[in-house]
């Protein structure tokens, strides 16, 4: 069986500061790995993905996320946290040879002024 | 523009009463997917598809149908809505190739209120 766990319900900092949203994972074989950002009354919408190369991966608006296979991670970061960057974050992942997709609880990024 | 649609936005309705919500995308994908997002539980994937005529359960089918008889469009089948049907829902589509994964581009949910 695949999971993805977000183990923060909940992260919160201040604006200007680096940010990190946990996720690991447990897939069979080789993962791919997504981050999504919910907004208020919005549908997800895609942050970036890992598929295979190189461990750091760069995404939208900044954010960039590590995958770390000894630990089964791939945590979502931001080295200068904006207010707007406040929202619902998701992890979802999914093994190479299967095709469901298995989110995260979520994890609710507050950043503050 | 790229997108996918669903339609209701949002839905009350009562025990039993069947009803469909609709799912179309306008970027040719092959494969989509539906989700319910509820609080403490994130999304789960109710069905997907990966072409037309084939789909598959996800983590919480019971209690839906799907069908895809075009490539553009997914509609979610509730037969006897349940009140713990209540719940935010997501339509979903990507491409897919052979031996790859795309991201998913989700639409903008339909909240389903089962009294």
């Known amino acids: 069986a695949q999971s993805v766990a977000q183990p923060e319900d909940q992260v919160n900092v201040a604006e200007g500061n680096p940010l990190t949203v946990k996720c690991t994972y447990s897939v069979s074989g080789n993962p791919y790995l997504f981050w999504y950002v919910q907004y208020p009354n919005r549908g997800l919408q895609f942050l970036l993905k890992y598929i295979t190369g190189d461990n750091l991966v760069k995404g939208s608006y900044g954010f960039e996320a590590e995958f770390n296979k000894s630990q089964t991670s791939f945590h979502l970061k931001k080295p200068s946290a904006l207010v707007s960057d406040s929202a619902l974050y998701f992890c979802?992942?999914?093994?190479?040879?299967?095709?469901?997709?298995?989110f995260g609880k979520g994890t609710s990024l507050l950043v503050t002024p | 523009e790229a997108q996918v649609t669903q339609n209701p936005r949002y839905l009350i309705t009562v025990t039993g009463k069947k009803l469909t919500v609709t799912c179309s995308q306008n970027m040719n994908h092959e494969y989509m997917s539906w989700y319910r997002q509820d609080p403490g539980l994130g999304l789960r994937q109710i069905y997907y598809s990966m072409n037309v005529e084939v789909t598959d359960k996800g983590d919480v089918p019971e209690g839906y149908k799907v069908s895809r008889k075009e490539k553009r469009n997914f509609p979610l089948i509730l037969e006897s809505p349940s009140p713990n049907q209540t719940s935010l829902y997501f339509c979903?589509?990507?491409?897919?190739?052979?031996?790859?994964?795309?991201?998913?581009?989700f639409g903008p949910g339909t909240r389903l209120t089962v009294l």
């Open positions: 979903a589509s990507s491409l897919y190739q052979a031996g790859g994964y795309n991201e998913q581009f």
């Open positions: 979802a992942g999914t093994a190479l040879s299967g095709y469901a997709l298995n």
